[in-house]
């Protein structure tokens, strides 16, 4: 068994962003040399999310007003984590609605992937740099 | 290490649906001969969930109410990716709240599952050919 | 490749619990010997979940409040599980959002996480003994 692990950086201008990082996700799996196993991509912090889904520009806005909705930046003193002098209460929360985490097949030494999926790192407290694992196991 | 790898292909006759698939994934385990290993079970289509839960019919109607009521599939003509001619905005969302995927354990050839643990295939988009993957290592 | 597997018991006095797991895990990944590898973590009940988010007092407060607002449990009869005679189908929806399983890496025998990155049992149906999965692959 051969496995494999890299850290990427991201720092996004805006509070929220949506960046798609399949390119980046498959480039790591080239350098693992692993040709079948299990690619783990995951926000090492806790206010960002990694998730699979289409890269179409009305769903993203869609995706962000939705997450919005169900969990409001402000007014931030409606969250008592942000009695701590934080103002990210809420990324906390659309983090958990988009997961922390994908785990995604390889194949053949590419991503096993349906026509559409595509992997994001979704951001919900930017504006500082911030770090995603990823860690391929496999042959 | 060994893989296994298969594609699992559904067309439910609703917009909506939930299929327990638990005795299929058991199936492909057996079929991969592995004994010990992770199982990945993922939906291969962006408006449809993989999901652990019950086998109880009031808790499946329980969970479509849910999901309509976080997400509304209409009117359709609030999401901007319906711009692009689609209809399953809301299907893009209800598969973020269920879930991509799951990662299960198997221990001496089985699902290493608690007494109520089922896997289903959750259908948001559905009246049409999709598929999920199960991709499993160990040995 | 080596695989080990260790069940972990909970059982909490109120109905909703959030309890920090983290130590307990790395302590399985040093039982295992494993040095690279990945580690799935997932509750074996359908009512609880595992998730990695803040151990912050206000967070979890926040957190609490917001899967009440999302997912009720009052007035039970809103829910057609319940009418099963059980009182815990908002539980079943708390545990989707907040997930049911994490992934996470083990590099040189540690969990291999960000600054604030903790390992919680979620627990929404308590008052009862439940159990989680460890499972640990790897060399």
Request: with cysteine; hydrophobic share 35%.
């Amino acid at each position: 068994m051969k496995s494999y692990r890299k850290e990427l950086w991201f720092k996004t201008p805006e509070r929220r962003a949506y960046v798609n990082i399949t390119g980046q996700i498959q480039n790591e799996i080239d350098q693992s040399g692993i040709q079948e196993g299990l690619c783990l991509v995951n926000a090492m912090h806790i206010t960002s999310s990694v998730y699979i889904n289409d890269d179409e520009r009305g769903l993203i806005s869609d995706y962000d007003k939705w997450l919005e909705k169900l969990a409001p930046h402000a007014p931030v003193d409606q969250y008592r984590h942000n009695d701590t002098g934080e103002d990210n209460a809420d990324a906390h929360m659309k983090r958990q609605v988009m997961g922390r985490e994908v785990v995604v097949a390889i194949t053949q030494g590419k991503l096993d992937f349906g026509p559409w999926e595509q992997i994001f790192y979704g951001e919900f407290d930017g504006r500082r740099k911030k770090r995603i694992l990823v860690k391929i196991i496999g042959e």
